[in-house]
């Protein structure tokens, strides 16, 4: 307890800002009791707390849980791709609009991790087309294709329609049995929708893992969430979800599947003429059929210049030039098709180093490899099988004792994790172009594809051992004399680790991980660390699934798991912040102490809650009395009060949208009335 020389007996000033800037810390009950105790919204700076910044929302997809995004620099602007459950959404920086572009759809993302048993039938639907989107359904019916050619159970449900009912999106909830390629699949029943049509495009034909209920586990034989991990190639963008083949998107602006023998991507190699926007595009040509198009821009003597793939046909070759068949307004257009070798059908994750992209745990045809690595030649995403012609390769990191989990930046390296491991990935070049090492760093690891975040040279990240940060030579545990890991722990979703997520607030030095606490179904808290001053903090108020990574766009972009999507801007928004100290008793637990006066310094705007609180004994709840609260209106102000105690409690609460206030210090002045 400090006391001023020129103060009489017994009477005391206490500067309470040291303290209130210590950060969130839920384990220490000793001599030196930490300040807060409690925390919910508040953010510490180096000079302050804060009520923590809101943001605006930019849109919503009208579909649950996102789960990934990127900005790259594309068409003259920031575009940002935002990956939910079942599709893949478009939006502009420079078209300041609150709607999102459809560019992927056909996605069978696992919402949860549930319990899993093997199939007992092949025929399994594994891609499919729509190829009539109908009319009349609302979001939310399931569809279930009980006639067809061949098989059934084919169970869909509807996430995404447009004006008039017709769907443009769709999550499988039940694969079927007994398919077969190319077989039609229509359904016309539902609210009042008729006319949808899909098209199987590949099957299952061997055993698999299948969800077998909503029973959440955490064992081997359980279908973890899936995530999104994107990274780019230029303009181009490419997406691993954990749950089927690598997404590519090229000129065009559709997302297709990177998979063997199938188009990759098309070029417009001539415009034509007299096409209009939403023209339906069928092109022939070439040694494949099938290949279709909805033109998405025009320019001069209105020749196309954008095209949205609507169906990618089959057997093409590489750089096959295809003719529009003028069966519309428009004639002339050509464009030219690329194919690729790439052999995944499954794919955790995926990053780009130099002139290579680098895929990690994945399935092919031929089996399952959880530890392996991949590249595709050199500046070339299409080529993945190693030849003497090219610099594609693999390798198996054989010290790992556990799936591949997520791959980030580390300085100039790869920073590769498995639960509890770290490797290094360098390049090397030819003839090997990639090699690793077992990094010494202890106690590093990724509970998911998304938990370590890179941070200039080193990265964060959780393991399930806890928070970390390593450089890739050492690894430094945080958060332990805290309590904060221990904390997560005991609250995290048994079985839902999967849907962890770290991002990187720079504008304000903060780690932030986005975690389900007590929810089996989605994120509902952050836990956040902010590396200049070594301080935690939590916010619950707030449902992100996802954070865009790549950084294009000025400000940071969240996704939460109802769909919508927010520009992280400092803006005034909803939610809650409140903040509980431990108990304090000034160095002298017999004393009764008796407050006369609080000197708060405050700026901002808002009027935050300040209550006093007394307990008896250290480990009793605190009594806060409306005598002894007051809101902080002014800027620096001596708030005169009289309360008495042996246990001090201090609470800072502030609810309303517009607050943004920030509280630098805080002084308590009072006197020692006598003990018991």
Same mark, same amino acid.
């Given at each position: ?14 500067d309470? =800002? ?53 900005? @790259? ?7 940002l ?40 039938a ?75 049509? @899909?098209? @199987? ?19 081997f ?15 181009? %963008? ?8 690598? %997404? ?24 034509g $003429? ?28 209105s020749?196309?210049?954008g ?18 068949n ?108 990639? +090699? ?9 690891g ?8 890179a ?19 050492? @690894?430094?545990?945080? +958060? ?28 304000n ?42 950084? =294009? ?23 809650? =912040? ?8 000034f ?31 250290? $480990?009793?709840?605190? =009594? ?18 009289r ?34």
């Open positions: 307890m400090s006391t001023s020389p020129r103060s009489p007996r017994n009477f005391f000033p206490v309470l =800002t040291p303290l209130l800037l210590s950060g969130w810390q839920t384990n220490k009950f000793d001599l030196s009791i930490p300040f807060w105790e409690e925390v919910d919204g508040l953010q510490f700076t180096e000079t302050s707390i804060r009520r923590k910044p809101g943001h605006s929302q930019i849109g919503t997809t009208a579909t649950a849980n996102i789960r990934g995004m990127i900005s @790259v620099p594309e068409f003259d602007t920031s575009t791709y935002i990956g939910t459950l079942s599709n893949i959404y478009r939006w502009k920086l420079d078209e300041y609009t609150d709607s999102f572009t459809n560019v992927g759809s056909g996605y069978n993302l696992n919402q949860n991790s549930s319990t899993a048993g093997w199939d007992s092949s025929g399994r639907v594994n891609e499919y087309t729509i190829t009539s989107r109908g009319n009349g359904y609302a979001v939310g019916e399931i569809l279930t294709f009980t006639s067809s050619s061949s098989g059934i159970d084919f169970k869909v449900e509807v996430t995404e329609v447009g004006g008039t009912g017709s769907i443009y999106g769709i999550l499988v909830l039940n694969s079927g049995t007994g398919h077969i390629v190319d077989e039609v699949l229509t359904y016309n029943a539902g609210s009042s929708g008729g006319n949808f049509v @899909v098209t @199987v495009n590949s099957i299952t034909t061997h055993s698999t893992w299948i969800d077998e209920g909503a029973v959440s586990t955490w064992d034989g359980s279908n973890e969430a899936s995530q999104w991990s994107f990274t780019n190639f230029g303009t181009w %963008v490419l997406g691993a979800n954990d749950a089927g083949p690598l %997404v590519i998107k090229k000129s065009s602006e559709s997302f297709l599947n990177l998979e063997a023998a199938k188009v990759s991507g098309a070029t417009i190699s001539t415009a $003429d007299s096409y209009t926007v939403g023209e339906a595009l069928t092109f022939t040509g070439g040694s494949g059929s099938s290949f279709t198009a909805t033109v998405t821009s025009i320019g001069g003597s020749g196309i210049t095209i949205k793939v609507t169906a990618v046909g089959s057997g093409y070759l590489n750089g096959e030039e295809l003719t529009e003028a069966a519309g307004g428009g004639s002339g257009a050509k464009v030219v098709v690329t194919t690729s070798d790439c052999p995944f059908t499954r794919v955790r994750a995926v990053s780009k180093s130099g002139p290579h992209l680098i895929a990690i745990n994945y399935d092919t045809s031929a089996g399952n490899f959880p530890q392996n690595v991949a590249w595709c030649s050199m500046d070339d995403p299409d080529t993945w099988i190693g030849a003497a012609d090219n610099s594609a390769g693999s390798l198996t990191l054989r010290e790992a004792t556990s799936d591949l989990k997520c791959i980030v930046p580390l300085g100039e390296s790869k920073a590769i994790y498995t639960d509890s491991q770290m490797f290094i990935l360098n390049y090397i070049g030819s003839p090997y172009y990639f +090699g690793y090492e077992t990094a010494m760093a202890n106690g590093a990724a509970i998911s594809s998304q938990a370590v975040i941070v200039d040279r080193v990265n964060y990240g959780l393991s399930s051992r806890g928070f970390f940060m390593t450089d890739g030579n050492s @690894v430094e545990v945080i +958060g332990g004399k805290e309590g904060i890991s221990n904390w997560v722990f005991d609250q995290l979703s048994t079985g839902e680790y999967a849907q962890v997520v770290a991002s990187h607030n720079r504008d030095h903060e780690v932030v991980w986005s975690l389900p606490i007590g929810d089996a179904s989605k994120c509902t808290a952050e836990v956040v660390y902010n590396y200049v001053t070594s301080t935690w903090s939590k916010r619950t108020s707030t449902l992100c699934s996802s954070t865009e990574l790549s950084g =294009t766009l000025p400000l940071r972009v969240s996704g939460d798991s109802a769909g919508n999507v927010y520009l992280e801007d400092g803006e005034t928004s909803p939610h809650n =912040t409140t903040a509980t100290t431990r108990a304090h008793d160095d002298d637990p017999f004393a009764i102490k008796e407050l006369t006066s609080i000197r708060v310094g405050k700026t901002g705007d808002g009027d935050p809650l300040i209550e006093i609180g007394w307990a008896e004994n250290i $480990d009793d709840e605190p =009594t806060f009395n409306p005598s002894d609260s007051f809101h902080a209106k002014k800027q620096y102000k001596e708030y005169n009060i309360t008495s105690g042996r246990y001090l409690f201090l609470r800072i609460s502030s609810s309303d949208d517009n607050d943004s206030w920030e509280i630098s210090n805080i002084t308590i002045k009072g006197r020692i009335r006598g003990f018991r």
